[in-house]
C-alpha cells in the first residue's frame, strides 16, 4: 500500500531558482524581442535571494533561448533565432522557407587569381580567373551573415558583365549549373573587428563559419565561405541510423 499524504504534510518548497526563473519567465512572455529583462539586483531585492541565485534562474533562461546577454550593456529578451536545416540550398531559399524575408548587400564582385586553396576547391589551375563576390546576407532587414563566393571564369564566363543576380543559385539554374551536390565545413570561431562592424555584434563573439564546395553533377561550380552570427543562426542537422545490426 502506497504512503498516505495527509492533509498537514506540506508539499515540498520550490528552489528559490526556479521562483526567480518562473517569476521571470512570466514577466517576459508577451515582451518584444530587445526589451530589457529585469536586472539582477532588482531581482535579488524583489526576492531577498543571493545573486547567484539570480543568476543561476537567468542563466537557465538563456540556454533556454528566451533571454540573450549583451557585453557590457545586459541582458534583454532574444530575438528568433533562424535554424537552418543542413541541406544543399541558398540563402535566398533557407530564409524564405523559415518565413524571413532576405536580401543582400554587396561588398566586393571582381575577377582575381586563383589562390591554392580556391583552385584546388574548384579544381582549376593555380592564378586561373575566378569571380570573387563578397555579400552581406540579411534576413528581414537584420545582418545575418558574410558570405564570400568563388566562381571559375571558365565555368560561369562574362559573369561580372551584367547585372549582379539576385540569387546566385538562380543565376546558375539558368545557365544550367543549378547546384545537384555538394560538402560542407562548419567550425566556431570568434567574430573578428571587420566582421563584428557588418554583422552588428561585438568583436570576439561567436560565429559559425561554413564552407562550401558544390558541384553541378561532376562540375566544381561554387566554393563559398560565411560567417554567420551565433546569436541569431542555429544549423539543424537531422540524423538517422544506417539499416545494419547494431554492434
Known amino acids: 500500500m502506497g504512503d498516505v499524504i495527509t492533509p498537514n504534510q506540506s508539499r515540498p518548497a520550490m528552489h528559490k531558482h526556479v521562483q526567480v526563473r518562473e517569476y521571470v519567465r512570466a514577466l517576459i512572455q508577451d515582451a518584444e ?5 529585469p536586472s539582477e539586483r532588482e531581482l535579488v531585492q524583489h526576492f531577498g535571494v543571493a545573486r547567484m541565485t539570480v543568476r543561476q534562474a537567468l542563466d537557465a533562461l538563456v540556454s533556454e533561448g528566451l533571454l540573450e546577454r549583451v557585453p557590457g550593456r545586459g541582458t534583454f529578451v532574444a530575438r528568433a533565432r ?3 536545416q543542413v541541406r544543399l540550398s541558398s540563402y535566398t531559399e533557407e530564409m524564405a522557407r523559415r518565413g524571413l524575408k532576405p536580401d543582400s548587400r554587396t561588398l566586393l564582385a571582381r575577377m582575381e587569381s586563383a589562390g591554392p586553396g580556391v583552385a584546388r576547391a574548384l579544381e582549376i589551375g593555380e ?3 575566378v569571380v570573387h563576390w563578397q555579400r552581406l546576407r540579411l534576413a528581414d532587414r537584420v545582418p545575418m551573415s558574410i558570405e564570400d ?3 571559375a571564369d571558365s565555368i560561369v564566363p562574362r559573369f561580372l558583365d551584367q547585372a549582379l543576380p539576385a540569387s546566385l543559385y538562380v543565376e546558375l539554374r539558368r545557365r544550367d549549373l543549378l547546384p545537384t551536390w555538394g560538402e560542407d565545413s562548419i567550425e566556431s570561431a570568434l567574430a573578428r573587428p571587420e566582421e563584428a562592424d557588418l554583422l552588428g555584434v561585438a568583436a570576439g563573439d561567436p560565429v559559425l563559419r561554413i564552407a562550401r564546395r558544390a558541384f553541378a553533377g561532376n562540375i566544381a561550380v561554387e566554393v563559398s565561405r560565411s560567417t554567420y552570427r551565433a546569436d541569431r543562426f542555429t544549423l539543424w542537422v537531422p540524423l538517422s541510423r544506417p539499416h545494419s545490426p547494431v554492434s
Do not use: E, M, R, T
Open 33 to 37: 524581442p530587445g526589451s530589457p529583462a
Open 82 to 84: 533562424v535554424d537552418d
Open 127 to 129: 592564378g586561373d580567373k
Open 149 to 151: 563566393a568563388y566562381l
